[in-house]
């Protein structure tokens, strides 16, 4: 009878115990696939790696989790001032202002740790690449937007785990806005952070070419002297003497001007910036707004 008795409690501890077990591992398995969800949808927002998680287009289709997340592009205009930081559709700029950009991470507490900064601009139905002074970096500070259209920042780290893109429109300026007229006889056009550019007073005959001339953001997206049949005549009768040539220092050294032969195959001298066919003043004049921007002079 004892023996009996032991055994059934012995097989009523066996069925609890698997039961228990079983019990355990239905748990386990239902918390180990439900967690990777919640951290996603912390990563990457109410839509969980969606298109529209972590910021205004972050994480989307991300299948590495960010650990910074929401990770937000913002911009400001540069106005010398600590401005707040908004959203690229609040943002309202005019050609030959400037922006500044951050890549925010951990909801606008920290920047994006290992950032990667990639930069486009579209006009015209033309996308190009905008060439940031230091692509790994989480901040860009005072870049100046010259052409009218659509910009695009996208900032992500590394691994690429963390992802957000914003862009801003950019509204058609004027000469003034963008460009000024510069030198003693008018007869540079610069950008307008440039336009203190001091020259001696010389008259030169071509220097009268200029004055008629519209002084504005060429299609390379360099301030200058729109040409026309008018302003190529004009510099041809005044006979354009070559104009110093860019180099690596602050002082150009003199070179020639480049040949019809030349740019008709679209091969121009190094020293035709604007590649309009010729070196002359208004080759100096980029020269010296590039090399002012790049020394932070």
């Not at 529209?52 to 989307?60: A, E, H, R």
Request: one cysteine or more; hydrophobic letters at 30%; a neutral charge.
């Amino acid at each position: 009878m004892n023996i009996h008795m032991q055994k059934k409690y012995v097989v009523a501890l066996l069925v609890f115990l698997f039961v228990a077990a079983s019990a355990f591992v239905i748990w386990f398995s239902l918390g180990a696939t439900q967690s990777p969800q919640e951290i996603r949808g912390q990563a990457y927002g109410e839509s969980g790696g969606g298109n529209t998680g972590g910021g205004n287009t972050g994480g989307g289709g991300n299948t590495v989790t960010c650990s910074e997340a929401p990770v937000n592009v913002q911009f400001r205009k540069w106005t010398g001032q600590d401005t707040p930081w908004i959203d690229g559709r609040q943002l309202e700029l005019k050609a030959g202002e400037y922006v500044e950009v951050n890549c925010f991470a951990k909801n606008g507490t920290a920047l994006l740790s290992n950032p990667r900064m990639s930069a486009t601009v579209t006009a015209n139905g033309k996308t190009e690449a905008i060439t940031l002074s230091n692509p790994n970096s989480a901040e860009v500070r005072k870049l100046q937007v010259l052409k009218t259209g659509t910009y695009t920042f996208t900032c992500k780290n590394a691994s690429n785990s963390c992802s957000d893109t914003d862009q801003f429109a950019v509204a058609g300026g004027t000469t003034s806005d963008a460009c000024k007229r510069a030198g003693c006889s008018g007869q540079l056009c610069v950008a307008a952070n440039a336009a203190d550019l001091i020259t001696t007073c010389e008259w030169k005959p071509e220097y009268a070419c200029y004055q008629q001339a519209e002084c504005k953001v060429q299609a390379n997206g360099q301030c200058g002297f729109t040409p026309s049949d008018t302003l190529t005549q004009c510099l041809n009768n005044a006979g354009v003497s070559p104009t110093p040539t860019p180099s690596a220092s602050a002082t150009p050294t003199p070179a020639a001007s480049a040949s019809p032969t030349l740019c008709g195959n679209g091969n121009y001298a190094a020293s035709d910036l604007n590649r309009d066919c010729r070196t002359d003043i208004q080759d100096y004049a980029i020269f010296f707004n590039d090399y002012r921007q790049s020394s932070g002079l």
